[in-house]
């Protein structure tokens, strides 16, 4: 049988379908923006966008992602570095309640002895302790080396509000003598800032770890 050729199909035939392999860059873009999506909404350290599409996804993946997966200022960052109890910032409204008031009759009985208290980190979102842990992964040059100045998001006790970073050094040196009046105890033998409310007013903290990788 001779097919007959035609330049053009008749007014009363369609035109063919655009075969499956003219139609794969679409697909291929479809699937690529999928899966960008996806990484973006459960892989905390990558950067996000204020994108809908991205929010979307986030919501879908987890109700609670817009809070506990921000970054920055409401991930917990603190913008010039120190801050005080007074201060509207996540990194202070998200303390616990208890540790926050230790701090603060600390610092109170502090002043006295004309040392000031600075608060340098409070509380994080895992999203921005992720973020700190890789970038202190780039620095050192391995999760190991890393772990030994920033915990990971599973075991910082700063993502619960149960941590403080304290400044400047003679703030630091004055709570290491006499945080344990008020409950409050270094924790790292490596991190003279790094307080937690570890014992009644009073008490005993207990031993130091060395780094926070152990």
């Known amino acids: 049988m001779v097919r007959q050729q035609l330049t053009q199909p008749p007014a009363h035939v369609s035109a063919p379908r655009a075969p499956w392999r003219d139609r794969r860059p679409m697909a291929v873009a479809i699937v690529g923006?999928?899966?960008?999506?996806?990484?973006?909404?459960?892989?905390p350290l990558l950067d996000r966008a204020d994108s809908p599409v991205i929010q979307a996804v986030d919501d879908a993946l987890d109700p609670g992602a817009s809070s506990s997966g921000a970054t920055g200022v409401?991930?917990?960052?603190?913008?010039?570095?120190v801050a005080t109890l007074d201060d509207d910032l996540p990194a202070i409204t998200g303390l616990d309640p208890a540790l926050a008031d230790a701090?603060?009759?600390?610092?109170?009985?502090?002043?006295?002895?004309?040392?000031?208290?600075?608060?340098?980190?409070?509380?994080r979102s895992a999203a921005y302790q992720q973020q700190l842990l890789d970038?202190?992964?780039?620095?050192?040059?391995?999760?190991?080396?890393?772990r030994r100045v920033v915990a990971t998001p599973e075991t910082s006790r700063h993502i619960g509000g149960k941590a403080v970073d304290i400044g400047p050094t003679e703030a630091d040196y004055w709570l290491i003598?006499?945080?344990?009046?008020?409950?409050?105890?270094?924790?790292?033998?490596?991190?003279?800032?790094?307080?937690?409310?570890?014992?009644?007013?009073?008490?005993?903290?207990?031993?130091?770890?060395?780094?926070?990788?152990?």
């Open 33 to 43: 923006v999928t899966v960008l999506a996806a990484v973006f909404g459960v892989y």
């Open 74 to 81: 409401e991930g917990g960052e603190i913008p010039d570095g």
């Open 103 to 123: 701090v603060r009759q600390a610092a109170a009985d502090a002043a006295a002895d004309d040392i000031d208290f600075w608060i340098t980190s409070g509380w």
């Open 135 to 146: 970038a202190a992964v780039r620095k050192h040059g391995s999760l190991e080396a890393a």
């Open 177 to 214: 003598q006499h945080g344990a009046e008020y409950g409050l105890c270094q924790v790292y033998a490596n991190e003279i800032w790094h307080f937690e409310l570890l014992t009644e007013p009073g008490g005993t903290c207990p031993p130091m770890l060395e780094d926070s990788a152990g």
